[in-house]
């Protein structure tokens, strides 16, 4: 197995993405590639008291960058020597199993879909964030990629995140929900009203196993394990649960440094605390699939630290075994509309 690495993206790079790939290749025992700048990422091995390339990891030097605010239309053609647009070559020509990137969302994007190129009948590739609920994970697509949608993109969405959550979370019939803003079939703007349908049809078809309008209160407690929204309010619902993490997690701080009272109950219910924690610590997961492209990719989140580069690798190691993009092409003829 090999893994391709962008080192060059992301608000921590390239340190924290290059420590993350050395963590990486010694718990997990894969092959890296790490496009980067050669002489930084040296720089950073040996910083690190690496003197040698470690067996199984190789360099490959890129001489430009892919920062957050360049276009995600151009950048493929302005940016060829970029780090992202190299690892992309890699993987489209075979000479990698997998890429992880935290760099521009939108160029990742774009420039997936030009190089990797889409599955042949996927309308739209979107994003799958992992997100945590009472009873586990659950899948969100699109978590932003495609802000406007129609209903035959959130079936396809649907499809993907079912074989996703079936493959790489072990679920054996996932429950699909459309997000939205009740539970009736008639709820909604025209798009959730004739997605619903789709979904329904599908659903008694015994191809999906959809359980009707997901609102957004209920997603944490599980109604569903694949959520089905447009790129614009899965990302408002994605941002809007990271931002009560945050908010919770800071409450919990304040309140239990009040006094020396308050210090003794933590000390009691610690573990606790920790585990919430991590159930809410995006690290673990380390990124979200980009689905609908030929070849796994991996979009870590844009502040990742070198563990979350770790879990990014350990889930583009999941995506390449699994063969979840080969479930998605054998699929494809149910995940059209019939015009």
Request: hydrophobic share 45%.
């Amino acid at each position: 197995m090999k893994i391709l690495i962008d080192a060059m993206g992301g608000d921590n790079a390239p340190g924290e993405i290059v420590k993350g790939a050395l963590m990486a290749h010694s718990e997990f025992g894969c092959d890296i590639v790490i496009v980067g700048s050669g002489e930084r990422i040296l720089q950073i091995l040996h910083e690190e008291g690496i003197s040698e390339i470690p067996k199984g990891m190789e360099i490959v030097n890129a001489s430009q960058v892919v920062e957050m605010d360049d276009s995600p239309a151009t950048v493929t053609r302005d940016k060829p020597d970029s780090s992202m647009i190299q690892a992309l070559n890699l993987l489209a020509k075979g000479e990698g199993d997998a890429i992880v990137s935290a760099g521009n969302t939108g160029a990742l994007l774009s420039a997936s879909t030009l190089i990797v190129k889409r599955i042949k009948g996927i309308r739209r590739a979107s994003l799958a964030p992992i997100i945590p609920t009472v009873k586990g994970n659950a899948l969100l697509i699109d978590g932003g990629a495609n802000v406007d949608c129609n209903p035959e993109y959130l079936l396809q969405f649907a499809y993907m995140g079912a074989f996703c959550a079936k493959r790489v979370l072990g679920m054996e019939s996932p429950r699909v929900g459309l997000l939205n803003i009740g539970g009736e079939s008639n709820k909604g703007d025209e798009l959730r009203v004739e997605t619903y349908k789709l979904l329904e049809h599908e659903s008694a078809g015994g191809r999906l196993n959809f359980v009707g309008n997901i609102e957004g209160r209920d997603v944490v407690f599980g109604a569903a394990d694949v959520i089905v929204a447009d790129g614009f309010s899965g990302n408002v619902f994605l941002k809007t649960l990271e931002g009560m993490g945050l908010f919770f997690a800071d409450h919990l701080k304040a309140m239990f440094s009040k006094n020396m009272m308050s210090k003794l109950a933590y000390l009691a219910i610690k573990p606790s605390v920790l585990d919430l924690k991590k159930i809410l610590d995006y690290n673990e997961t380390g990124g979200a699939p980009l689905l609908g492209v030929g070849r796994p990719v991996v979009k870590a989140h844009g502040s990742s630290k070198a563990y979350t580069i770790r879990s990014a690798v350990k889930q583009a190691i999941n995506l390449a075994e699994t063969r979840l993009v080969s479930e998605i092409i054998d699929n494809i003829d149910f995940m059209k509309v019939n015009e």
